[in-house]
């Protein structure tokens, strides 16, 4: 099985993918997903916040390690992931999202003897201020492999406006990361999307894949 590590500053919905990633390799399987929140920085609209939701969905989730209680602020993980990455479990490492986008990197080192099959994926929104260009992403990658030790895979367009975001939002982005792409010899791996933008662009994403969500899963319907 693979090991997913996801980055991405905050407020790129780099939590929002990891959830919604773990939701979609889980259908169908026998095999369990885990979920590994490494995020101390930022106590809200983490991964670990929607615990209860995501056992349900057959997902466990090492966050705290005092409990994954909610707007809990107390910088403990739970490394009990470890040992899912060394018995070859499917595993999605959600880092944090503070410290210039490569918080939580740290943290794999304690994984990186162990890691054979993995993808290290930087998500992307380019309507933040830290991702809105090609040369601040060629930047924000430099960054990422320098202090992980382990080498970016690909990208995913997670790029939007929250429920302002358009079709075109997703197509203009989509253009800067494809010259990302061609400069660094990455793909695009993956686009993530709602259902109304995905049915009237479908044919024109160039993603390897596509995550279609009908609803945010870490935003309350009024945030």
């Given at each position: 099985m693979k090991t997913y590590i996801i980055a991405g500053f905050a407020g790129s919905g780099?939590?929002?993918?990891?959830?919604n990633l773990a939701l979609s390799l889980n259908e169908g399987q026998d095999s369990?997903?885990?979920?590994?929140?490494?995020?101390?920085?930022?106590?809200?609209f983490r991964s670990r916040e929607k615990t209860e939701q995501?056992?349900?969905?057959?997902?466990?989730?090492?966050?705290?390690?005092?409990?994954?209680?909610?707007g809990q602020d107390v910088p403990h993980l739970d490394y009990g992931f470890v040992s899912r990455i060394s018995a070859g479990e499917r595993v999605i490492v959600d880092l944090a999202g503070?410290?210039?986008g490569t918080g939580g990197t740290g943290a794999l080192a304690s994984v990186y003897?162990?890691?054979?099959?993995?993808?290290?994926?930087?998500?992307l929104n380019l309507y933040r201020p830290e991702t809105s260009t090609a040369a601040k992403i060629l930047c924000f990658i430099n960054k990422l492999n320098a202090t992980?030790?382990?080498?970016?895979?690909?990208?995913v367009n997670n790029s939007h406006m929250l429920r302002e975001t358009t079709p075109q939002h997703i197509l203009d982005s989509q253009d800067v990361i494809l010259s990302v792409c061609e400069a660094t010899g990455l793909p695009l791996r993956y686009t993530m999307l709602s259902r109304p933008i995905y049915e009237q662009i479908s044919t024109q994403i160039s993603s390897d894949e596509v995550l279609i969500?009908?609803?945010?899963?870490?935003?309350?319907?009024?945030?």
């Open positions: 780099k939590s929002e993918f990891a959830v369990r997903t885990t979920i590994a929140d490494l995020d101390t920085i930022n106590p809200y995501l056992r349900a969905a057959g997902i466990d989730i090492f966050g705290g390690a005092l409990g994954n209680n909610t503070g410290t210039g003897s162990r890691l054979q099959n993995y993808e290290f994926l930087a998500v992980s030790r382990v080498s970016l895979t690909g990208f969500f009908n609803h945010l899963q870490l935003r309350e319907s009024w945030q």
